[in-house]
T-cell receptor, first 112, second 111 residues
Framework: DTAVSQTPKYLVTQMGNDKSIKCEQNLGHDTMYWYKQDSKKFLKIMFSYNNKELIINETVPNRFSPKSPDKAHLNLHINSLELGDSAVYFCASSQEPGGGYTFGSGTRLTVV | DAKTTQPPSMDCAEGRAANLPCNHSTISGNEYVYWYRQIHSQGPQYIIH???NNETNEMASLIITEDRKSSTLILPHATLRDTAVYYCIVRVADSWGKLQFGAGTQVVVTP
């Protein structure tokens, strides 16, 4: 039973399209996150939600919009995709404060 | 959150202990030391964390110096599956602070 699951695992799309990535956790954690890992392998936090409330919003273009319908789900919608959005996106969850994060296996987004 | 400094890479022989150093000289009194690792193409994996006492779990041991300015992650018997990038991160544990990843140490375990 996967603790943090993301779909899809791979996503290839054309510039200008809109796409969504879904994330679900079955750990009962209160906090969920989206991270982006670019081609240089640096992991950067994008958003964090605690009990469906946005608590961290890094400097991310408005084209990225997270949505948390309940505390077990955090989806990421991306409008007007650009080449620079190509990266691996990781979802994570934790039982804050101070708990270890559990990461999903990632979604590799390629914009062509 | 305080910054950390790690060597960019290190090799370790299979079956031997791997000692991964981390410097965090600007650590504050309420900041914990966390270790994560990322095996190629997978999501990061939590390993261990501690405040000032040494910690041990089924994966590793964490040794924090008395002045808390540095720490060492010890993998007691490295296996080929321990080849990964290891991240040392310092953050306040009792807040909603974000987990910030640096460049980490690329550890390669060789037969």
């Amino acid at each position: 039973d996967t603790a943090v699951s993301q779909t899809p695992k791979y996503l290839v799309t054309q510039m200008g399209n809109d796409k969504s990535i879904k994330c679900e956790q079955n750990l009962g954690h209160d906090t969920m996150y989206w991270y982006k890992q670019d081609s240089k392998k640096f992991l950067k936090i994008m958003f964090s939600y605690n009990n469906k409330e946005l608590i961290i919003n890094e400097t991310v273009p408005n084209r990225f919009s997270p949505k948390s319908p309940d505390k077990a789900h955090l989806n990421l919608h991306i409008n007007s995709l650009e080449l620079g959005d190509s990266a691996v996106y990781f979802c994570a969850s934790s039982q804050e404060p101070g708990g270890g994060y559990t990461f999903g296996s990632g979604t590799r987004l390629t914009v062509v | 959150d305080a910054k950390t400094t790690q060597p960019p890479s290190m090799d370790c022989a299979e079956g031997r202990a791997a000692n991964l150093p981390c410097n965090h000289s600007t650590i504050s009194g309420n900041e914990y030391v966390y270790w994560y690792r990322q095996i190629h193409s997978q999501g990061p994996q939590y390993i261990i964390h501690g405040l000032k006492n040494n910690e041990t779990n089924e994966m590793a041991s964490l040794i924090i110096t008395e002045d808390r300015k540095s720490s060492t992650l010890i993998l007691p018997h490295a296996t080929l599956r321990d080849t990964a990038v290891y991240y040392c991160i310092v953050r306040v544990a009792d807040s909603w602070g974000k987990l910030q990843f640096g460049a980490g140490t690329q550890v390669v375990v060789t037969p």
